[in-house]
T-cell receptor, first 116, second 111 residues
Framework: GENVEQHPSTLSVQEGDSAVIKCTYS??????FPWYKQELGKRPQLIID?????GEKKDQRIAVTLNKTAKHFSLHITETQPEDSAVYFCAASEGNAGGGADGLTFGKGTHLIIQP | ETGVTQSPTHLIKTRGQQVTLRCSSQSGHNTVSWYQQALGQGPQFIFQYYREEENGRGNFPPRFSGLQFPNYSSELNVNALELDDSALYLC??????????FGEGSRLTVL
């Protein structure tokens, strides 16, 4: 089955700086890669996703890049703000956005801390 | 507000007992997925129900079972509880094959 590795486990950046979180996956059949943000005690929320036929996608301060050959994808957050502090999870699926028969395979998460 | 609601929010059980967790999907959604999130870990796929049928299953033993009802709400049942079953259980609904919308979860503690 799919295996997703996520680094770093904790990332501390100064407010206004950029943050980058990286993930690798093992199953070359995976074609959908979402990123979820989970604030303490809250539900995971989808913040951005990318499909394997696209190399990069951007939404305001957030961008995701995908390298299919190397089987890795990254989340980039620019001009970080205090409300960006949360745990971020990457995930992969060879099915649809809902995960399909094998579901979404998640990384272990990155705790992003924005220092004032 | 995503509209996915779960109950109960917290519960404590003892080893060997059985538990039922409930999930009401967001209006218009026909698919429900269940995930287990251990402390400090990412969610792990348990199973998915689409139109009342199990549509896929992760690496969980048969003592984890589920149901989806005609109104697309769902139940997760866990028999013979073990200490390692202590976790946050997340339900997510979607309009197949669209993105998942998660509920706030049910925090299960097994003593």
């Amino acid at each position: 089955g799919e295996n997703v590795e996520q680094h770093p486990s904790t990332l501390s950046v100064q407010e206004g700086d950029s943050a980058v979180i990286k993930c690798t996956y093992s199953d070359s059949a995976s074609n959908y890669f979402p990123w979820y943000k989970q604030e303490l005690g809250k539900r995971p929320q989808l913040i951005i996703d990318i499909r394997s036929n696209v190399g990069e996608k951007k939404d305001q301060r957030i961008a995701v890049t995908l390298n299919k050959t190397a089987k890795h994808f990254s989340l980039h957050i620019t001009e970080t703000q205090p409300e960006d502090s949360a745990v971020y999870f990457c995930a992969a699926s060879e099915g649809n956005a809902g995960g399909g028969a094998d579901g979404l395979t998640f990384g272990k998460g990155t705790h992003l801390i924005i220092q004032p | 507000e995503t509209g996915v609601t779960q109950s109960p929010t917290h519960l404590i059980k003892t080893r060997g007992q059985q538990v039922t967790l409930r999930c009401s999907s967001q209006s218009g959604h026909n698919t429900v997925s269940w995930y287990q999130q251990a402390l400090g870990q990412g969610p792990q796929f348990i199973f998915q129900y689409y139109r009342e049928e199990e549509n896929g299953r992760g690496n969980f033993p048969p003592r984890f079972s589920g149901l989806q009802f005609p109104n697309y709400s769902s139940e997760l049942n866990v028999n013979a509880l073990e200490l390692d079953d202590s976790a946050l259980y997340l339900c997510a609904s979607s309009q197949f094959p669209g993105e998942l919308f998660f509920g706030e979860g049910s925090r299960l503690t097994v003593l």
